[in-house]
């Protein structure tokens, strides 16, 4: 029986496997420009299920790369071979002292004879406290017990002591406050003991140009005033604190005095003056 070659009852043509065409190569020559025979179609399956395969072992294998540069770059190298199964000496344990220290010794001949040591016995004292003065101008004053007394001047010379005596001129006194020393013009004039000025001035009237200072001796409060110096002399300032033999001004003659020398008058918190010289006497330790 023939079957019907057109319409849609026509019966039906064999169903073949549709291939795709192949892409052509590039010609390189005049064999290679003629048609290849297609591929089937099975072998695109062949080749995605290969590259599948593939996926897992590259990806594994960049990520071992990975690590590595990482463990590399960022682990020390104590650390990777901390698993060394060798016994190796840590870079961090001390270093063994080589050096063998002995005592020392000391022959002696048996001429010489030997004999202890005596330890002494020492007395730990506190220090005095200090005295606080209100002094007119300056305000409370901490005074530090002085521990030395020295003279001002060289003591060989004096011209006139403490107590009654005959005017040496007009307008001096009958009694005389202080002592006079003669140390020559221009000597320097230095603090009896540590201190603080009181007063330092060139406006003293009958004392002329001269200083005052206040010192804790022997917890008690003495003043040191020293007069009649040189114009332009002046070392210190009122406030300022000063230490034993510390220059002061230097020896003159101003207000009221008949020749260069230097007064010293001292008094204690009573304002009261006594004779300095026989003071100085039995307290001038240097």
Do not use: K
């Not at 406290?129 to 017990?145: H, K, R």
Request: glycine share 12%; with cysteine; net charge negative.
């Amino acid at each position: 029986m023939n079957l019907p070659q057109h319409g849609r009852r026509a019966a039906g043509r064999p169903r073949y496997r549709r291939t795709a065409p192949a892409r052509p190569a590039a010609p390189t020559s005049p064999e290679a420009s003629q048609p290849t025979t297609a591929q089937p179609a099975t072998v695109r399956p062949a080749r995605r299920r290969a590259a599948a395969a593939l996926r897992p072992v590259m990806t594994i294998g960049a990520m071992t790369f990975a690590g590595g540069m990482l463990l590399s770059t960022s682990v020390p190298a104590l650390a990777v071979t901390a698993t060394d199964t060798v016994a190796r000496a840590s870079v961090y344990a001390p270093a063994e002292d080589s050096i063998s220290l002995r005592s020392q010794t000391l022959d002696v001949g048996s001429e010489v004879a030997l004999e202890p040591i005596e330890v002494g016995d020492w007395d730990v004292e506190a220090a005095p406290p200090p005295i606080e003065s209100s002094v007119a101008g300056l305000g409370d004053v901490s005074l530090l017990q002085a521990d030395r007394v020295v003279w001002p001047v060289d003591p060989s010379r004096t011209a006139s002591g403490f107590g009654p005596r005959i005017a040496p001129c007009a307008g001096c006194s009958t009694f005389h406050d202080g002592i006079d020393f003669n140390p020559g013009v221009g000597a320097t004039i230095g603090s009896i003991a540590d201190g603080v000025v009181i007063t330092a001035t060139e406006a003293g009237g009958g004392l002329g140009v001269y200083v005052e200072v206040q010192h804790n001796i022997g917890g008690a409060v003495i003043t040191s005033l020293y007069a009649h110096m040189q114009y332009g002399s002046l070392a210190v300032a009122p406030g300022q604190r000063v230490t034993a033999g510390q220059a002061l001004g230097a020896v003159g003659t101003t207000g009221q005095s008949t020749g260069p020398h230097l007064h010293l008058e001292m008094y204690g918190a009573d304002g009261v003056r006594f004779d300095g010289m026989s003071w100085l006497s039995s307290h001038v330790t240097g």
